[in-house]
């Protein structure tokens, strides 16, 4: 019987494309006009992107596997964001706020600012700004770096329901990109991103954080919301969920039990570093596969082995 | 499409004999239609009624069963694109690949990894379940020699991979009673292969270049009498090869094409040369649509991310996944360790327990069964609420495990601690962070 039955998905969206950083190292993500790699339906004009993530604080809890690449910068968010550049070629740094946290070191937003204009100093490439999802103090920390690196475009966030107001109303003011995070949810995900319109957020300084996780600790719910977020924006006209999608997803791969217990010898474990390497780079795949439009990731080797298999994704067809 | 009750009913006998256990047909019919009754306890049906209610009760996509006994692989039989619309049936079978051109020292280290790499998590056992034995060798007798050192030594489902059917049935000879799947049928060695699945009831592997190819060789197979088939598109660059996963399953279940309406296999160790690439290059395949994912060689580090992947996405979205209920000791927990609950959703579990261990502080973890709930769902629902904690926490056995008498409840359940406090006389409850992830701050300040 002859193949000639070929179905194609009813697309009728597409994701807003939206302009990450400044200048010549400006990177555009979003576009699409199919499902991820369903590049025989549609297109994808800007394929995922990678940030490399950097830590305002030497990071005590990471293994030894992640630690080792950035050996001697650990310390230092502004020598930690330059060897991300010019030793590993990355395309966008993440500057994870974790000296923030109230619960943790608790530093203030002047000081926190600061650092972020250190590092947006020395990186031509965009700079995303994480905070730590704590409303009263992202609030404060995220105004100040908004006002501090006024019209630098960065990408800040999360920006949550709880503060959106007034660290959205900085993002616009300062011309930042905003973030807008909420607990995968898709029907939340809508609101936040109606709230942050009408609060007078521009479609093209808005990405969707839909929050993610990795595998062993609930991804399938990411992966399913993520999925549900496309589905909506491509193929039911959904204005306000077609916005790329960022996944911090390093963090919560590095910080399970799986990617640090050794393995002492044991078969079953296999090789610490690898095993930590392949947790993040799948966990990523299923994000990418999802609708994932920028990772946030750490292993240099990991990040390697995604994009080149974003690459072989989208290579032209001749074989 | 599946018949109504009604349309199924008009091509039943109404002869209301009864001799199908139903008093009529017509009730028979509505059984049949709701997958209720068997179609073979009619004893009147026409040969040409049974071929078309067959054909429309069959499943978009075939369920195809490779090996036999406890160990034995169903795959296919999916309904939806995305797990959201329902939920993905059968998990892909993860195989490791053996060449009969192998030293006998790498064949038996191979033979160890399978049959000792196997992992525990949320009360399921997680282990792969196919061996592939490949010939290069070109030689019956070290085909076959390979083929039953795999049976001897492991439980493992066979795929047998050779061109030539004559070495497919030196391997048959072996293990055919373990059903191997036999990979595979060509446009060149159609009818003898189709003849050998046909003698031993396995099923059989469709391989070709392009989906059309494949589809014309499906035909020739279901005609020829084989109807268990796993689709081989035959892609080896990882953009056809998701394309073609995406399409055959699209066209079967959208089109009802029957042609395509089989499960698949991949061969991402065809795909590079890079072991760690091939993992990931895998871990795409668990997610878009493949039946059987070949790995050239798998380690603990690439196959447990891959089984725990797997398990994730062919979790049902409507069931949550549920531990036990009990204590879980987490660390070397003592009289003096802190006690903590929670409710019995995995994944709350998982986040519990890892920051626990994340805090250093050994601790007692009490699990409530709350049927797989979330702290806020059930709590929201009456399950983890004073009147059904205390109950547990009094039978659980925790109080003579511990001197001091200290509970530690998820901050987002602070409103019980009054309630619980009168309905566990002698506990002093404690309310604990509402994140998971300031449980080992929470825990550092810990005094029994």
Redesign the interface.
Same mark, same amino acid.
Request: proline share 4%.
């Given at each position: 019987m002859a193949y000639d039955k070929i179905p194609k998905t009813a697309y009728n969206g597409r994701i807003k494309e939206i302009r990450l950083g400044k200048g010549d190292t400006a990177v555009t993500v979003g576009g699409e006009t199919c499902y991820p790699f369903y590049l025989f339906e549609g297109k994808m004009p800007n394929l995922p992107r990678i940030a490399m993530e950097v830590w305002d604080t030497s990071p005590e809890d990471w293994p030894e596997a992640a630690l080792e690449p950035f050996q001697g910068v650990t310390g230092d968010p502004v020598a930690w964001a330059r060897k991300c550049v010019t030793d590993f070629g990355a395309e966008m740094i993440c500057l994870q706020l974790v000296s923030t946290d109230p619960n943790g070191l608790d530093r203030g937003a002047d000081e926190a600012a600061a650092v972020v204009k250190n590092v947006a100093e020395v990186i031509t490439v965009p700079l995303i700004v994480w905070g730590t999802a704590n409303h009263d103090k992202d609030t404060r920390v995220l105004r100040k770096v908004a006002e501090v690196n006024e019209g630098r475009n960065l990408i800040l966030g999360p920006v949550e329901e709880g503060d959106y107001k007034k660290i959205g109303a900085a993002a616009i003011g300062y011309q930042h990109t905003v973030i807008a995070s909420t607990p995968i949810d898709i029907n939340l995900a809508k609101q936040l991103n109606i709230l942050l319109g009408n609060l007078g957020v521009r479609d093209e300084l808005l990405i969707i954080d839909p929050t993610v996780s990795s595998i062993g600790y609930g991804i399938e719910y990411c992966y399913s919301v993520m999925e549900r977020i496309r589905t909506a924006a491509l193929t039911q006209q959904d204005k306000k969920l077609q916005y790329p999608l960022i996944c911090n997803v390093a963090k919560e791969v590095w910080k399970t039990k799986e990617a640090k217990l050794p393995a002492d010898g044991a078969l079953t474990l296999g090789d610490t570093r690898k095993r930590g390497i392949l947790l993040e780079a799948m966990s990523a795949m299923v994000l990418l596969l999802g609708g994932g439009d920028v990772l946030i990731m750490r292993h240099p080797e990991a990040i390697r082995l995604v994009q080149e298999i974003i690459t072989e994704l989208a290579a032209p067809k001749n074989n | 499409m599946p018949l109504t009750g009604i349309e199924i009913f008009k091509l039943l006998p109404k002869t209301n004999c009864g001799r199908c256990g139903e008093p009529t047909c017509l009730a028979f019919a509505m059984k049949l239609a709701a997958a209720k009754a068997e179609l073979a306890a009619c004893p009147d049906i026409s040969d040409e009624v049974r071929a078309k209610l067959e054909e429309a009760a069959a499943p978009p996509i075939r369920l195809v069963t490779i090996g036999a006994g406890n160990r034995a692989l169903k795959i296919g039989g999916e309904t939806v694109m995305? &797990?959201?619309e329902k939920r993905f049936e059968n998990p892909p079978g993860f195989a490791l690949l053996i060449r009969d051109s192998m030293d006998e020292s790498e064949i038996s280290a191979r033979l #160890? &990894?399978f049959n000792?790499? #196997?992992?525990k998590?949320v009360e399921l056992t997680l282990r792969p379940e196919l061996m592939a034995v490949k010939d290069e060798s070109g030689d019956r007798a070290r085909f076959e020699a390979t083929v039953s050192k795999v049976k001897e030594n492991t439980d493992a489902s066979i795929i047998l991979m050779s061109p030539s059917p004559d070495i497919l049935a030196a391997g048959l000879k072996v293990c055919a009673e373990r059903k191997p799947l036999l990979y595979a049928a060509t446009r060149d060695n159609l009818e003898p292969v189709a003849s050998l699945a046909r003698q031993n009831s396995c099923p059989v592997v469709a391989k070709a270049s392009?989906?059309?190819e *494949?589809?014309?060789l499906t035909?020739q197979l279901t005609d020829s009498g084989v109807n268990d088939i796993v689709l081989d598109s035959g892609a &080896?660059?990882?953009?056809?090869a +998701? #394309?073609d996963q995406? +399409?055959i399953r699209?066209?079967a279940l959208? @089109?009802r094409?029957?042609? *395509?309406g089989f499960p698949t296999i991949v061969f991402p160790g065809e =795909?590079t040369d890079d072991p =760690? @690439?091939e993992?990931?290059?895998a871990?795409?395949f668990v997610?878009?649509y493949s039946g059987i994912i070949v790995l050239s060689d798998f380690?603990?580090?690439? +196959?447990?991310? +891959?089984l725990?992947?797997r398990m994730?996405?062919y979790?049902d979205?409507q069931r949550p996944l549920a531990i036990t209920e009990g204590i879980y000791p987490v660390g070397n927990p003592d009289e003096n360790s802190p006690v903590l609950i929670t409710t019995n959703f995995s994944?709350t579990y998982?986040?519990v327990s890892?920051e626990i261990?994340?805090s250093k502080v050994p601790s007692h973890l009490l699990v409530k069964d709350t049927q797989g709930l979330s702290v806020l769902t059930a709590w929201a629902g009456g399950r983890f609420v004073a009147d059904t904690i205390a109950p547990f926490v009094k039978k659980c056995g925790i109080s003579e495990m511990v001197k001091h008498h200290k509970l530690i409840i998820p901050g987002y359940t602070a409103i019980e601690s009054g309630s619980l406090e009168e309905e566990l006389p002698g506990w002093q409850i404690l309310v604990g962070p509402k994140e998971g992830?300031?449980i080992p701050?929470y825990l550092k300040t810990w005094q029994p």
């Open positions: - | 995305f &797990r959201h #160890e &990894r000792q790499l #196997e992992y998590r392009t989906l059309d *494949l589809a014309r035909a &080896r660059s990882l953009r056809q +998701l #394309e995406i +399409l699209s066209t959208s @089109k094409f029957r042609p *395509l =795909m =760690m @690439k993992a990931v290059i871990s795409i997610a878009k380690q603990g580090e690439s +196959l447990f991310p +891959l725990v992947e994730n996405i979790t979205p994944l998982f986040i890892a261990e994340t992830a300031h701050a």
